[in-house]
T-cell receptor, first 112, second 113 residues
Framework: GAVVSQHPSWVICKSGTSVKIECRSLDFQATTMFWYRQFPKQSLMLMATSNEGSKATYEQGVEKDKFLINHASLTLSTLTVTSAHPEDSSFYICGRGGGREFFGPGTRLTVL | SQQGEEDPQALSIQEGENATMNCSYKTSINNLQWYRQNSGRGLVHLIL?????REKHSGRLRVTLDTSKKSSSLLITASRAADTASYFCATEGGGGGADGLTFGKGTHLIIQP
């Protein structure tokens, strides 16, 4: 069964609104989780590393004030896309590392 | 993170034929993994090969790793229509600690019945 869940699986929102995506580690306490973004017909790109109890680490070119990450507990990390715009429309996937990485099923965000 | 390269970017073969995809990467690694992604869906883990391994098999899958050339290949034998998907290699860095994965650009495989 799934070891990482993600919610919602899809969301459509208006430009300017904020969207929160939840990622849960179901079977393991994860001090570190990862957030990826995938634009249509492209590969996955690591956006940020979510660390329980400390600030997230963002990859170069990813705006930390736009993509807020909160690792609230050892089983929950959230990604909030603030003031979303159409160019933020993408497939967002979280992952839990440790050798073989376990991924959530992804969240498709469409910003109108 | 820099992405590796995969070739071919797209591959179309007849059902029953073998499909080979290649992946190159740029930095030292702990391991290399291959994933499958059906259109618009999540990732399915296929196989992990460690940096000290050269070849690994899993069912109809065969993966090779050449760390001297920083390259890997994925062979799918006796392909089936259900194998139609995008395939990505992903590397985990050799720097220690918890690192996210660096994905290749992917190969879109189409199996024609």
């Amino acid at each position: 069964g799934a070891v990482v869940s993600q919610h919602p699986s899809w969301v459509i929102c208006k430009s300017g609104t904020s969207v929160k995506i939840e990622c849960r580690s179901l079977d393991f306490q994860a001090t570190t989780m990862f957030w990826y973004r995938q634009f249509p017909k492209q590969s996955l790109m690591l956006m940020a590393t979510s660390n329980e109890g400390s600030k997230a680490t963002y990859e170069q070119g990813v705006e930390k004030d736009k993509f807020l990450i909160n690792h609230a507990s050892l089983t929950l990390s959230t990604l909030t896309v603030t003031s979303a715009h159409p160019e933020d429309s993408s497939f967002y996937i979280c992952g839990r590392g440790g050798g073989r990485e376990f991924f959530g099923p992804g969240t498709r965000l469409t910003v109108l | 993170s820099q992405q590796g390269e995969e070739d071919p970017q797209a591959l179309s073969i007849q059902e029953g034929e073998n499909a080979t995809m290649n992946c190159s990467y740029k930095t030292s690694i702990n391991n290399l993994q291959w994933y499958r992604q059906n259109s618009g869906r999540g990732l399915v883990h296929l196989i992990l090969i460690r940096s000290n391994e050269r070849e690994k098999h899993s069912g109809r899958l065969r993966v090779t790793l050449d760390t001297s050339k920083k390259s890997s290949s994925l062979l799918i034998t006796a392909s089936r229509a259900a194998d139609t998907a995008s395939y990505f290699c992903a590397t985990e860095g050799g720097g220690g600690g918890a690192d996210g994965l660096t994905f290749g650009k992917g190969t879109h495989l189409i199996i024609q019945p």
